[in-house]
Each structure stands twice: as structure tokens, then as C-alpha cells.
């Protein structure tokens, strides 16, 4: 087993390629960290080395393979040559199958593209980037992490749909969704608050996707996502919770095909569809439209009825996690989000909670609330740097 392990990790999204480069110890943090954005017609790249301040730079990325491309020329521009040991991706859908890491060969490959119609906003883009990784780096070991892998040991009760048991058997169940990140979330408070992390917590991941998920004694209970990631809160383009019947009168009434029907629920609802205006929640919150508010509303009157459910499914809650980009940064929704839910014992310290503090309870509440932020590539560094010492490489 080599000494000091070079480790790339790579998330591909459905329009951007997040990266990161681990030398050594993955709980050091990457030396080298960046993205490219809106890969297509205006790809932008940012690249951050070490604490200095990001570079953002304009480039020509019309799909993921060229996005890698361009990550690595500035990349190795400043660094030099790059020859990962192992590369390290993240994989939204994992199937029944994968309740861990796995290495990528063709026969995994293949498994995962036949699960492209579970997951098809994200899964494509997920294996567009191993196959442009496994070009640049055929020496390298290619490791899958999953989103859901965290969720397959949740009691089958909460797995289950009421359809007929068949179609369980045949893969269509509750999988769970943003495993890496409540991985790590549940990491951090076992280390730095190993009195909550034995308990019963709600950690809720507010970014552009959005879920919520209830963890007792560090394994996953129940989640608001569930066969695909469209379930459960309302997200920045995504509709979340929606009735069945819907769906069959848009089908039977409005003369919309499964593509149409896709791209409505993916692209096109959510807080965007709710305020005719904007996925973003900053440009929500600082805006005066009604239609702003009433998105902002009932992203948080949804929080807070998950929240209900979550602590249900636990018969308790002892501590409660806000997370991502949302759950991160915006102290107003993190305030609206804990005023309704007092019964709980959720409340809010507006002096900690402005200053995004780690903590944002009183210390005398009854349920501890945490800022986390969240961090999928450490966990994806992390992985791999196991499956790559099990590999004997």
C-alpha cells in the first residue's frame, strides 16, 4: 500500500463537474478544489488551491468529457502532471445492490446505466464523467460512492410502497437520496458531539436538490426522498411531494407524454414554478414579489411537516441539522423553519443564527439546532482512499 496516495474526486451534476485533489490523508482536505459550471454553451470554471482565493475563469466546455479537460490543463498548468492513484466519483443511484463503495469495471458500469430510468436527471452525467475519468486515467482505480448507499439499511417498512409486493422485488422501492452528505454530517457529530450523535437527529439538506433525513445512532431511519429524486420537499426546480392523480390527469387531460411530464417535475416546478421567477433562494429572498414569498412559504411549511413525520419515524428528536447551500447560509429560512416548530422543541438564538454559528441554539434549548457544512467530497475522498487500500494499491 502506497504511503501517500493521490486521490481526484469528481461530481458530475447534470450541467456542472465539481473536483477536488486529496494528497495523502483525506481528512487533511484537497489541496486543489474547483468547479465548471453551466457546461454547454457558457461553461465557467473556478479553481481554488489550498486557502487562496478562487480564480474563475470563462471556457469551452460543451459536455463533461471537455469540462474534465479543461479542470485538468489548469490544474496541471499550476500543479504539473497529474496521475491520480485512484479517482473517486460520486453516483446518485446505486440500486438495491450497492449498500457501499464499489470498484468500477465494466460489468458495475453496466449495472448502473440500467438504472438510468431511476435516477434520469442525474445518473448520465454521473457516467459520462467515469467514462471521461477512465480515459484520462486508465491506471487509475475508479471507485463508485452512492448517494443512496447510507439508506439501505432503513427498516423495509419504510422502503416499501403499498403496490403490489412484485414490484418491490423488481427494484421499485424508497432508496433515499444525498447519502454522502448525511455520511458526513453523521461523521462530524459522532466526533464532535458523540452526546447528540448517539440520539435521534434530523439533518436537512437545503441546497437546489433538497431532502431531509432521520438518523438514529448514526444510521439512516427514514428519508423524505424516496425511488427517485423528485420526492418528498419542494426543491429549486423539482416539485417534491405530489399526488399520483396528477400526474394521470395531466396525462389523460392535458395530452402530456412521459418526456413533457419529466421535464414539468424536473425542470420547471419547485420554487421556480411557484414564483414564475427563480430556482435561487437568494434572489427569492431579497425580492418583493408575492409569488417570491409564497415559494419561500411553502418551502418552509414543508420543511416543517417532514420534520413532523421525521421525528415520528424516530418517536423523538433530540437535535436538529441544517446543511448545503440553503440550509448553510440563509439565517431568515432557518429562523421561519424553527419558529414552527417550537412543540418540538426547536428555537432559535437570532444572535448566533445571523452569524451562521455552529450552534444556533440557545444553550439552554431543549433541542440542539447545528449549522454543518456539508462536505460529499471528503466523504468520496475518504471511500475511495479504503477501497484503494483494500485493493492493495
Sequence with gaps: MMSNPSILTLNAGSSSLKFALYVGDAADGPGIRGQVDRIGDAAAIELRFGDAAPRRDAVAAPDHTAA?????????????????????????????????????????????EALVPFAPLHQPHNLSGVQAARRAFPAALQVACFDTSFHRAQPMLNKLFALPYAYYERGICRYGFHGLSYDHIASVLSTAFPEVAGGRVIVAHLGNGASMCAIAN????????????????????????????????????????ADEISDLLYKRSGLLGLSGMSNDMRTLQTSADPAAKMAIAYFVARIQRETGALAASMQGLDAFVFTAGIGEHAAALRAAVCDGLGWLGLTVDATRNAAHAQRISPENGRCPVFVIPTDEEGVIARKTRAMLAKAGR
Design 218 to 257: 448514526g444510521q439512516s431511519v427514514a428519508s423524505s426522498m424516496g425511488f427517485s429524486a423528485l420526492e418528498g420537499l419542494p426543491m429549486g426546480t423539482r416539485c417534491g411531494q405530489i399526488d399520483p392523480g396528477v400526474i394521470l390527469y395531466l396525462m389523460r387531460e392535458e395530452g402530456l407524454d
Design 68 to 112: 474534465l479537460a479543461a479542470a485538468l490543463g489548469l490544474i496541471e498548468a499550476r500543479h504539473g502532471r497529474l496521475s491520480p492513484d485512484a479517482v473517486g466519483h460520486r453516483i446518485v443511484h446505486g440500486g438495491p445492490s450497492h449498500a457501499g463503495p464499489a470498484v468500477l469495471n465494466d460489468t458495475v458500469i453496466a449495472g448502473l
